[in-house]
């Protein structure tokens, strides 16, 4: 049982560089979110979505983008990194609002 | 603007005493989530609460859901090293389906 796949684990990126973090999960849930964690604090929304073809910006929406084409997927798109996006992020997924979270194993990410 | 207010921030405990901490927010949740974290390991699931001045019990830990559902509380009794870990409770606004925020959470340890 795979339940929520993140990828990459880890990735160091440079001032201004781009990049695509991956999730995926295989419950055939319809909620899907992106969390980021700076240490030693809760977990701060950056976008959600309820359903393949609809997203929503959550607490922390700046300096990045989301897609949902797919049921399954829901890459996080980061456009020219900044220190400031130095965190752990994590992908969740639940069949609806209130209901238990899935997360996946988190993106640790550096920037330089 | 924190929607959900968690104290302590940190609590250091030493095994077999007893510790509440709490989650608070002057909006109304349908309902309130407990999760707990380990040190490079996603947010897991607890308990959900869902009726205003609602109990759970699980093992040793013991979880109130404010009559008003604006607030909860977690007990943990003759807490042990293994409870030892980040706290986090979780809701979603009536009014924002799918945007379910945490609190910054209740670093707990537990010595020896």
């Known amino acids: 049982n795979a339940g929520v796949t993140q990828t990459p684990k880890f990735r160091i990126l440079k001032i201004g560089q781009s990049m695509t973090l991956q999730c995926a999960q295989d419950m055939n849930h319809n909620y899907m979110y992106w969390y980021r964690q700076d240490p030693g604090m809760g977990l701060k929304l950056i976008y959600y979505?309820?359903?393949?073809?609809?997203?929503d910006k959550g607490e922390v929406p700046n300096g990045y983008n989301v897609s949902r084409s797919t049921t399954e997927d829901f890459p996080l798109r980061l456009e020219l990194a900044a220190p400031s996006q130095t965190s752990v992020y994590f992908c969740?997924?639940?069949?609806?609002?209130?209901?238990?979270?899935?997360f996946g194993q988190g993106t640790r990410l550096t920037v330089v | 603007t924190q929607l959900l207010e968690q104290s302590p921030q940190f609590l250091s405990i030493q095994e077999g005493e007893n510790l509440t901490v709490y989650c608070n927010s002057s909006s109304v949740f349908s309902s309130l989530q407990w999760y707990r974290q380990e040190p490079g390991e996603g947010p897991v699931l607890l308990v959900t609460?869902?009726?205003?001045?609602e109990v759970k019990k699980l093992k040793r830990l013991t979880f109130q859901f404010g009559d008003a559902r604006k607030d909860s509380s977690l007990h943990i009794t003759a807490a042990q090293t293994g409870d030892t870990g980040l706290y986090l409770c979780?809701?979603?606004?009536?009014?924002?389906?799918?945007?379910?925020?945490f609190g910054d959470g209740t670093t707990l340890t537990v010595k020896p």
């Open positions: 609460v869902v009726t205003g001045g």
């Open positions: 969740a997924s639940n069949p609806a609002g209130n209901t238990e979270a899935f």
């Open positions: 979780a809701g979603e606004e009536g009014a924002n389906a799918g945007k379910s925020t």
């Open positions: 979505s309820v359903g393949a073809g609809i997203t």
